[in-house]
């Protein structure tokens, strides 16, 4: 691997902050050294999900588009966020793989900018449990292609992007073992899992801890619009075994943003999901923009702070500096019990819900 690097160990230097060479100056939004635990690692109260980072089908993704995202990366580091979710299916048609090949030159360009402040980036890919991975050999391989493709010689968080508990049991244990052989190998600093029920949850969290390895976090959906029986369920497994809650979808993919109404819908598939779900969001989103008035925040800020309040790390996508810059704002102070119970209430009495991960298990 040409030029490879460490991400979970190695430093890497930021700008300075006044740089004129940067387009935007990055005004530090909380305290640089207010990070969390996961495991072994150090990561923000926050980090950017980078689905849309390759993906044509849904977010309209163009090659036009990634010197803007250079920025975004670049402004995410410059303001703490160091965590930075993957995976080796993001990205659709010729640009498969996009995602994470652009987040290894987004590194490489930003370590070769020279400054005073430094701090570590966290890389969390996700390995796809694809139907021809029927052993740990493969998913290792998998994974070997996912730090070719990155050019870095660690992974942060190897993840597996679902379980295949529901359609394929017999290969769940071979996806395990790879896991295993690939902390074992030293090609991640940490594991986790994406997708999994409470049931599967405690299942691969003892077989891995009989193996010596710690199971360091749990992404799964998770917002005002996905607040299931499960989700409290995997929360509270999550809080009593010490795993750290990955959340995904933070905004329902835009619905909780307030930019969308049932005749004003996202371009694509998206706008056939809203079409359904968002007539029966009212009690929320008002709910949502009656705290974010009184707060001075955004409906997106509101909807992520909630996720932080409920102890997740939320993994926003980013697409512009724009939306980065607000997802920012969701940082730095905290719903108050009052608004909690009053968002929740409103959530309960919307009977519109977020369609469910179809590989999701229990």
């Given at each position: 691997?040409?030029?490879?690097?460490?991400?979970?160990s190695v430093v890497v230097a930021c700008s300075n902050i006044n740089n004129p060479s940067f387009p935007f100056k990055f005004?530090?939004?909380?305290?640089?050294?207010?990070?969390?635990?996961?495991?072994?690692?150090?990561?923000?109260?926050?980090?950017?999900?980078?689905?849309?980072?390759?993906?044509?089908?849904?977010?309209?993704?163009?090659?036009?588009?990634?010197?803007?995202?250079?920025?975004?990366?670049?402004?995410?580091?410059?303001?703490?966020?160091?965590?930075?979710?993957?995976?080796?299916?993001?990205?659709?048609?010729?640009?498969?793989?996009?995602?994470?090949?652009?987040?290894?030159?987004?590194?490489?360009?930003?370590?070769?900018?020279?400054?005073?402040?430094?701090?570590?980036?966290?890389?969390?890919?996700?390995?796809?449990?694809?139907?021809?991975?029927?052993?740990?050999?493969?998913?290792?391989?998998?994974?070997?292609?996912?730090?070719?493709?990155?050019?870095?010689?660690?992974?942060?968080?190897?993840?597996?992007?679902?379980?295949?508990?529901?359609?394929?049991?017999?290969?769940?244990?071979?996806?395990?073992?790879?896991?295993?052989?690939?902390?074992?190998?030293?090609?991640?600093?940490?594991?986790?899992?994406?997708?999994?029920?409470?049931?599967?949850?405690?299942?691969?969290?003892?077989?891995?801890?009989?193996?010596?390895?710690?199971?360091?976090?749990?992404?799964?959906?998770?917002?005002?619009?996905?607040?299931?029986?499960?989700?409290?369920?995997?929360?509270?497994?999550?809080?009593?075994?010490?795993?750290?809650?990955?959340?995904?979808?933070?905004?329902?993919?835009?619905?909780?943003?307030?930019?969308?109404?049932?005749?004003?819908?996202?371009?694509?598939?998206?706008?056939?999901?809203?079409?359904?779900?968002?007539?029966?969001?009212?009690?929320?989103?008002?709910?949502?923009?009656?705290?974010?008035?009184?707060?001075?925040?955004?409906?997106?800020?509101?909807?992520?702070?909630?996720?932080?309040?409920?102890?997740?790390?939320?993994?926003?996508?980013?697409?512009?500096?724009?939306?980065?810059?607000?997802?920012?704002?969701?940082?730095?102070?905290?719903?108050?019990?009052?608004?909690?119970?009053?968002?929740?209430?409103?959530?309960?009495?919307?009977?519109?819900?977020?369609?469910?991960?179809?590989?999701?298990?229990?």
């Amino acid at each position: 691997m040409a030029m490879a690097i460490s991400i979970c160990s190695v430093v890497v230097a930021c700008s300075n902050i006044n740089n004129p060479s940067f387009p935007f100056k990055f005004p530090t939004l909380w305290p640089s050294t207010q990070k969390l635990k996961m495991g072994s690692l150090t990561v923000s109260p926050m980090g950017f999900g980078t689905w849309a980072w390759g993906n044509q089908f849904l977010w309209g993704y163009r090659q036009s588009m990634d010197d803007d995202l250079q920025r975004i990366f670049n402004f995410a580091l410059h303001n703490g966020v160091n965590l930075f979710d993957t995976a080796d299916s993001y990205g659709t048609g010729r640009f498969n793989g996009q995602s994470e090949k652009l987040l290894g030159r987004f590194i490489r360009d930003f370590q070769e900018k020279k400054g005073s402040r430094r701090q570590n980036i966290v890389i969390a890919t996700k390995f796809a449990a694809y139907p021809w991975r029927l052993t740990p050999g493969q998913f290792v391989n998998a994974c070997r292609a996912s730090l070719d493709r990155m050019q870095i010689e660690q992974i942060g968080i190897g993840q597996l992007h679902w379980s295949t508990a529901n359609y394929a049991p017999f290969q769940e244990l071979a996806l395990w073992d790879g896991l295993v052989a690939m902390y074992d190998k030293g090609l991640v600093q940490a594991v986790g899992v994406s997708n999994y029920g409470p049931k599967q949850l405690l299942k691969i969290h003892d077989y891995l801890k009989d193996r010596g390895v710690p199971l360091c976090s749990a992404q799964v959906q998770f917002s005002l619009l996905s607040m299931g029986e499960d989700q409290q369920e995997i929360k509270s497994i999550c809080d009593s075994l010490g795993i750290r809650i990955i959340a995904y979808s933070p905004l329902g993919l835009g619905m909780l943003t307030g930019k969308y109404s049932p005749s004003e819908l996202p371009s694509g598939p998206r706008g056939l999901l809203f079409k359904q779900i968002l007539p029966g969001l009212d009690p929320l989103l008002s709910s949502l923009r009656d705290i974010a008035n009184k707060r001075r925040k955004t409906m997106s800020q509101v909807a992520i702070n909630w996720c932080i309040c409920k102890g997740t790390i939320p993994i926003p996508g980013v697409k512009s500096i724009t939306q980065a810059k607000d997802n920012l704002g969701a940082l730095g102070w905290r719903l108050s019990s009052d608004e909690l119970l009053q968002l929740e209430y409103a959530a309960q009495e919307s009977p519109g819900r977020m369609v469910q991960n179809i590989f999701q298990t229990r």
